[in-house]
């Protein structure tokens, strides 16, 4: 697979705004878009973001038509995708790929339902895409903080991340191309057109509000299936807002079953890497190579490659 990368963000380029999932709040969409305008960017707002269909921004052929339109514009550099949701998996069978693959690969990110969406223009049309903020990330306090992990990857700049508040469950390093995203959708895929071989890849996953007996499920799919024996290295973010809701406690914990489900591999794992739900979400692009160190105080992870072209 020869991987196409987009070309990086700079000041004056256009940023799409794309609801492939809900529809965001006008004040909050105004609130983001005066953030990016007044450091330089111009943003361009797809108009399905003031469309309402129940929760979302339009029907699955409303919603992929409006992605398709940005991908295909030769004014946007980059789309952020409004805000999370759900029933973005079905968007997939209303895309057509096969045209897209002849269209230059513009920067594409968000997290949570997006996740269908990254990882299948990554594998369909092999290009770089970004696990990262939304929109409406910069709709709050957390905005500076975004922007300045978002900018420094969307530029070109070599980054390395120190984790120094993560959890170390088994020690080593690793290295390939990043994969991932939401566990449950990602889990989804699997299976699928729309996912790429693991192997030899680090797999990173978050997810929220999920069942702790779903995890465990999810958990024995992926070592069923191959694809913990396969990779080079895990990292877990944040699981936010974990359930335990049935008749009869479950037992374990999420580090327990890490632990368990990654039993006998030799790569590096690590949980509450600084991705999530919740502020943390540092920029991640599926398909550039990566280095991970699992160490007894502090864990890193190197970007091998730039992720963009700079032009």
């Known amino acids: 697979m020869i991987?196409?990368?987009p070309r990086a963000l700079n000041k004056g380029d256009t940023i799409g705004?794309?609801?492939?999932?809900?529809?965001?709040?006008?004040?909050?969409?105004?609130?983001?878009?005066?953030?990016?305008?007044t450091r330089g960017y111009r943003v361009k707002i797809h108009p399905n973001n003031y469309s309402r269909y129940h929760e979302w921004g339009g029907d699955f052929e409303e919603r992929a038509t409006a992605l398709a339109d940005y991908l295909c514009?030769?004014?946007?550099?980059?789309?952020?995708?409004?805000?999370?949701?759900?029933?973005?998996?079905?968007?997939?069978?209303?895309?057509n790929f096969e045209r897209l693959k002849n269209t230059p690969p513009k920067i594409i990110m968000g997290f949570s339902d997006t996740t269908a969406l990254i990882n299948a223009l990554h594998h369909k049309c092999h290009w770089v895409t970004?696990?990262?903020?939304?929109?409406?990330?910069?709709?709050?306090?957390?905005?500076?903080?975004?922007?300045?992990?978002?900018?420094?990857?969307?530029?070109?700049?070599?980054?390395?991340?120190n984790f120094t508040h993560a959890q170390t469950l088994r020690?080593?390093?690793?290295?390939?191309?990043?994969?991932?995203?939401?566990?449950?959708?990602?889990?989804?895929?699997?299976?699928?057109e729309f996912i790429s071989d693991l192997k030899g890849k680090i797999l990173f996953l978050e997810?929220?509000?999920?069942?702790?007996?779903?995890?465990?499920?999810?958990?024995l799919h992926l070592r069923r299936l191959g694809h913990m024996e396969s990779i080079s290295g895990l990292m877990i973010?944040?699981?936010?807002?974990?359930?335990?809701n049935g008749s009869i406690s479950f037992p374990y914990s999420l580090e327990e079953l890490l632990l368990?489900?990654?039993?006998?591999?030799?790569?590096?794992?690590?949980?509450?890497?600084?991705?999530?739900?919740?502020?943390?979400?540092?920029p991640l692009p599926l398909g550039i190579e990566a280095a991970l160190t699992a160490g007894a105080e502090t864990s890193t992870l190197k970007l091998l490659e730039s992720a963009v072209q700079k032009i």
Not at 174 to 192: K, V
């Open 3 to 5: 991987l196409q990368k």
């Open 17 to 37: 705004v794309v609801a492939t999932g809900r529809w965001l709040n006008p004040d909050r969409l105004d609130q983001a878009t005066h953030f990016w305008e």
């Open 73 to 95: 514009d030769p004014e946007i550099t980059a789309i952020f995708n409004a805000g999370g949701g759900n029933r973005t998996l079905h968007l997939l069978d209303y895309i």
């Open 130 to 161: 970004f696990h990262g903020p939304s929109i409406a990330g910069y709709s709050k306090d957390t905005a500076e903080i975004h922007y300045k992990e978002v900018t420094e990857i969307l530029s070109g700049d070599s980054v390395s991340h």
């Open 171 to 192: 020690q080593g390093t690793g290295s390939g191309p990043l994969i991932g995203g939401n566990m449950c959708i990602f889990t989804y895929l699997l299976g699928t």
């Open 207 to 219: 997810d929220e509000s999920e069942e702790i007996r779903n995890i465990d499920r999810m958990l």
């Open 237 to 244: 973010g944040g699981f936010s807002m974990i359930g335990n």
């Open 260 to 282: 368990e489900h990654t039993e006998g591999l030799n790569i590096p794992v690590i949980m509450n890497a600084p991705f999530s739900h919740s502020k943390d979400i540092i």
